[in-house]
């Protein structure tokens, strides 16, 4: 890269928002938020952005897409303060939670060859625990398997003698089922639906069917933080080439 980015050019606002469908004001929160560098200002009080700022703009949206909002504001925050390590490490962290959800739609997809509707007859399978137990198989707690309930993820039966909820087979399969697809982020009523799908015969293309969509969700997610390293690049060689342009100058 040759020039002195911040010598290019004279941005306004408007002209780093046009580029990517924002506000001018958008433009300004960023920067107030420490997401781009501060703006140099004319004597009239003015902003004035530079190419330096726009490679800014396009690696902070670039991290959004990957990273969610929150995680890229806090690298380029990061980045513009010389606390490169930090930012990192929040990188690093957010590669961690995607290599996590791969993990666990591994674990899904697994789990799927092993999911067998329940009979015709509704005969129930060999009696499992009580709510204490299945709680800590989950490393939930028991209030959480009551929502659950709730929610119809999970259809205990009470115990005639003591009245306590008790978790059969197909129930420690629903259990299961929803705590690994909540791990996915999906939300309790779309967790129902294919569980629901899942308890009548022949259920389980629904799940089939979301394990797909969750796959694709992931390596878009992959991807995305792809192409926003590609665009931290970017800006951190702009910055670093200004940087030696000013001390030679």
């Given amino acids: 890269m040759t020039g002195n980015p911040q010598s290019e050019g004279r941005l306004r606002p408007i002209d780093l928002a046009r580029a990517h469908g924002l506000s001018a004001q958008a433009v300004r929160n960023y920067e107030a938020d420490g997401i781009l560098p501060a703006a140099v200002r004319t004597p009239s009080g003015y902003r004035v952005y530079t190419p330096l700022h726009a490679r800014a703009l396009a690696a902070f949206l670039a991290l959004v897409a990957g990273h969610g909002h929150a995680t890229a504001a806090a690298v380029m925050r990061g980045v513009n303060e010389g606390a490169l390590e930090e930012a990192f490490r929040l990188i690093d962290e957010s590669h961690a939670q995607l290599l996590d959800d791969r993990r666990t739609l591994t674990a899904v997809t697994g789990a799927l060859r092993d999911l067998v509707p329940e009979s015709a007859e509704g005969v129930p399978g060999p009696t499992g625990g009580f709510i204490g137990a299945l709680a800590a198989e989950l490393g939930i707690r028991p209030a959480t398997l009551r929502k659950w309930e709730r929610a119809g993820l999970v259809r205990p039966r009470r115990d005639p003698v003591t009245g306590y909820r008790r978790y059969d087979e197909a129930d420690v399969r629903d259990a299961r089922l929803a705590h690994q697809l909540r791990r996915g982020g999906y939300p309790l ?55 030696r342009e000013k001390a030679t100058a």
């Fill in 189 to 243: 009523e779309r967790i129902a639906a294919v569980i629901a799908q899942v308890r009548s015969a022949g259920g389980l293309e629904p799940l089939e069917a979301a394990l797909r969509e969750w796959h694709d969700r992931v390596s878009a997610r992959g991807r995305a933080m792809v192409a926003g390293a590609a665009e931290l690049e970017t800006y951190l060689r702009a910055g670093e080439s200004s940087r």
